[in-house]
């Protein structure tokens, strides 16, 4: 589950999301009886995965509390949960942001124990931004929450692998691995991943689902180089 980058609504022209190539591959390796749901959706943040109780009052006036749990846990009942969450949390101090990730954690384990199970919890890292390497004027760039958003990326990534580190939890750098690929790629990083159909700024493109898909598998063991 995530936002908008994890829904996918239209940023790939119509081509897959992380979470299909992740279906998909499961089914060319043998795991035909696994099923992907992505119950992820445009300007969901981690205020929508709490329970009422937990939601502070006056910080996120749109959320609706609960329903990320509804949709995805109670509704599903799934083995394994992934979740990218963060970007809309941007202006969050980081211990509200600790604070409010637990809570929805509890509540996670809370809604899978009602069902009798106990669902194993991926974290995935924001994505970093196309301005994150130093585009920051010209065509790509006018932007002016450019800096709070890469500054919000970068703190959330560290404090994501924390928690997963405090709990046990698998936790894959999306962020990370994009930097690592932007190494590669050089001044191409923003055509490749933020170009033909992303809007330029903040969502990946059908290659940049496609790196999150590759770096997901490789985290969690799974990846097959030599498949096609």
């Known amino acids: 589950t995530g936002d908008s980058i994890t829904h996918n609504g239209s940023w790939t ?7 299909e190539w992740f279906e998909q591959y499961l089914y060319m390796t043998g795991r035909g009886d696994d099923s992907v749901f992505n119950t992820g959706w445009g300007g969901a943040d981690i205020q929508d995965f709490l329970y009422e109780k937990d939601t502070p009052k006056g910080n996120g006036v749109f959320a609706d509390p609960g329903m990320g749990l509804e949709q995805f846990i109670t509704k599903y009942n799934p083995d394994v949960v992934f979740i990218k969450l963060g970007m809309n949390n941007r202006g969050m101090k980081n211990a509200d942001f600790i604070k409010l990730y637990n809570q929805m954690l509890d509540g996670i384990y809370s809604e899978g124990a009602k069902n009798g199970k106990t669902p194993k919890v991926i974290l995935l890292s924001p994505t970093p931004l196309s301005g994150e390497f130093g585009i920051s ?45 932007s190494i590669n790629l050089g001044d191409r990083y923003h055509y490749t991943f933020f170009t033909d159909g992303s809007d330029g700024k903040i969502h990946p493109n059908a290659a940049g689902q496609y790196c999150m898909f590759q770096t997901i598998c490789k985290d969690l ?5 030599t498949m096609p």
């Open 13 to 19: 022209q119509g081509m897959n999301s992380y979470s």
């Open 137 to 181: 004027s010209g065509e790509f760039g006018s932007d002016p929450t450019t800096e709070s958003y890469r500054d919000s990326v970068k703190r959330f990534s560290i404090m994501l692998d924390g928690i997963a580190q405090e709990r046990g939890l698998e936790f894959v750098d999306l962020r990370q691995a994009m930097i690592d690929e």
């Open 221 to 225: 063991g799974l990846y097959d180089a």
